[in-house]
């Protein structure tokens, strides 16, 4: 009796050690990257990094400015066209989805979610980039809003969702339209948390690499016009990072850091949002 | 809500006109899939269902089968898989069942901050960091010690199969954890209890209510993880190698459809090589939705079993 006694608090021991272990082997490596940012970004992590365009290889200096506004661009026109179709989309599903549509677009919400974004680049390609015959920035900003927008439908949906049928019912029997109810009273009352889905949407667009691969295409100077290549921060990490000289290490990791640095910025302004609103 | 929407011209405008842009959604998804079908057709007419069992990649005889490059994303991510669902639910139970109070919130932020980290950035890690660390620690040793196995053969040269493995493992962890811990969370408290009141261990109530109530849940994690890991492009176009061969060793370089795609879409000249390209993407489109769909109908079945306390 005594060992078995034994061996079940054995095991017990044994497996917690087991189970804390693991957890510590899963947040070890977000350390080991953070910390190897910032070692290996240390050395062209300086002001020029934001200022300057990017230096031929061997020339010291130079920074990645063309492609934070490069992303911010793209960004900024998949937002301009992804939040008005995403959140109008989510107050039809949380407000009038019942029928058969409803469902039918919630598939195809849930469908895109998980595309993976590699494949929103073939989309773009094939509908801007082969009939203009060009890269631009415009068909980098198609296939981030491809990613933008089933994120942010599915966030709106659920933060109406959360509005208490109460609050809709005492604007309605104060006689208030129904249109101006949702639109001023039931958005109104959910928009900490659509502003948040729509920051953490953007978090998520602003590092994505692989959709720009082919439809922005990169580009080693200021960008000229939206249907021409455009710089974008990921890529040039990706670029920098794959070439074989030294100097441009240094820069993918200087570049990463500034590309996490501003995906950071943004989750954390999201999370302050939903901190406020509770 | 008791008013209908029909009693007001403008209540029924608003509706209609939200209903044109969820519309606008279905659309979009519905072109996605018309577009990647339509501009994989010359592929399709050429080479039919052979394409996807063909080994040969050949752009300049103009040959093209999927088969490295499905074979390579299937293998990276059941290594990813084999890694991260043991640690994921390792954490899992560890955040829900023994950690204090104090540390549950940080431990669960830190894993769901390697969520927000963007993917090239993985693969700037992989290529700098994980790669000459697996190589001259983990692989070269193995390959000398282990060789003769054809899973562990050698030449090491660093980007292989298992460091894109390992990094997918890295970039899944969090979506794993976070589902186990909603599937453990549904655990009724009553049982938990009944066990340890009668005399059970941590383990043992662990091990009981787990076998009992969350192994769907834990598969439904699971297959959202290789739904995740499946479509990852950077990280593993950064790590994979790269060579389109089919090699039984995890220590030789291998490829995937989605760095396939990241690689040689704008080199692709010629209507059958983009057309072929794009035949892959339909087919990971297809691979994830299959996968992913799955995944969501477990966890709902399993949800549902709970709620009926089953």
Request: with cysteine.
């Amino acid at each position: 009796m005594h060992s078995i006694a034994f061996r079940r608090r054995a095991a017990d021991r044994v497996t917690r050690v087991l189970f804390a272990l693991s957890a510590i082997a899963v947040i070890l490596p977000l350390f080991l990257i953070f910390f190897d940012l910032l070692w290996k970004g240390a050395r062209e992590l300086k002001w020029t990094l934001l200022a300057d365009l990017p230096h031929p290889v061997g020339e010291p200096g130079g920074g990645i400015a063309n492609g934070i506004l490069g992303t911010l661009t793209i960004a900024g026109l998949a937002m301009a066209g992804g939040i008005p179709m995403a959140v109008m989309a989510g107050i039809y599903l949380a407000e009038y989805g019942r029928g058969k549509f409803a469902s039918m677009v919630r598939f195809a919400v849930d469908m895109l979610a998980g595309v993976p974004s590699i494949i929103m680049g073939i989309f773009s390609y094939v509908l801007w980039v082969l009939p203009m015959k060009r890269f631009s920035a415009w068909a980098a900003a198609s296939a981030l809003a491809m990613i933008f927008i089933p994120i942010v439908v599915r966030t709106t949906e659920e933060m109406l969702k959360t509005v208490p049928a109460s609050v809709r019912e005492a604007a309605l029997a104060l006689g208030i339209e129904r249109w101006k109810t949702t639109l001023f009273i039931t958005v109104r009352t959910a928009t900490a948390g659509i502003v948040t889905g729509i920051l953490l949407a953007m978090a998520r667009i602003i590092g994505e690499t692989a959709p720009l691969l082919f439809t922005a295409l990169g580009n080693q100077f200021w960008q000229t016009g939206l249907d021409q290549p455009i710089a974008a921060v990921p890529l040039q990490v990706f670029n920098y990072a794959i070439s074989p000289y030294d100097d441009w290490h240094d820069k993918a990791w200087a570049g990463a850091v500034a590309l996490i640095g501003m995906v950071l910025l943004i989750s954390a302004g999201a999370r302050y949002l939903t901190r406020v609103k509770k | 809500m008791t008013r209908k929407a029909g009693d007001n011209p403008k209540d029924l405008l608003f509706e209609k006109t939200t209903a044109v842009f969820a519309f606008g959604v279905l659309f979009l998804a519905f072109l996605l899939f018309a577009l990647l079908v339509r501009e994989s057709l010359p592929a399709i007419r050429k080479f039919g269902a052979a394409f996807l069992v063909t080994k040969t990649w050949d752009p300049v005889a103009e040959s093209f089968g999927a088969l490295p490059f499905i074979y390579g994303t299937l293998v990276s991510s059941f290594i990813a898989l084999l890694i991260a669902v043991p640690l994921a639910v390792g954490s899992a139970i560890f955040i829900n069942e023994f950690a204090p109070e104090w540390l549950k919130t940080p431990v669960a932020f830190l894993a769901e901050l390697l969520a927000a980290i963007p993917s090239v950035i993985y693969g700037l890690w992989g290529i700098f960091v994980l790669v000459p660390v697996l190589r001259d620690w983990l692989m070269k040793p193995a390959a000398s010690y282990l060789g003769f196995l054809p899973l562990f053969k050698g030449p090491v040269y660093g980007p292989s199969m298992l460091a894109a493995g390992m990094l997918l493992s890295i970039m899944i962890i969090p979506f794993i954890l976070s589902v186990s811990r909603e599937v453990l969370a549904t655990v009724p408290r009553l049982q938990k209890e009944a066990v340890l009141s009668l005399g059970g261990t941590h383990w043992e109530m662990i091990r009981i209510v787990i076998g009992q109530h969350c192994i769907p849940g834990i598969f439904g994690a699971t297959i959202l993880g290789l739904g995740r890991a499946l479509g990852e492009t950077m990280a593993v176009t950064m790590v994979i190698g790269n060579r389109p061969d089919i090699l039984l060793s995890i220590f030789q370089p291998g490829y995937s459809m989605a760095a396939v795609i990241a690689n040689e879409f704008t080199e692709a000249t010629g209507e059958l090589y983009l057309s072929a390209l794009v035949e892959i993407g339909l087919v990971l489109f297809l691979l994830t939705f299959v996968v992913n769909f799955a995944a969501k109908w477990i966890l709902k079945t399993m949800v549902s079993r709970a709620a009926r306390g089953l």
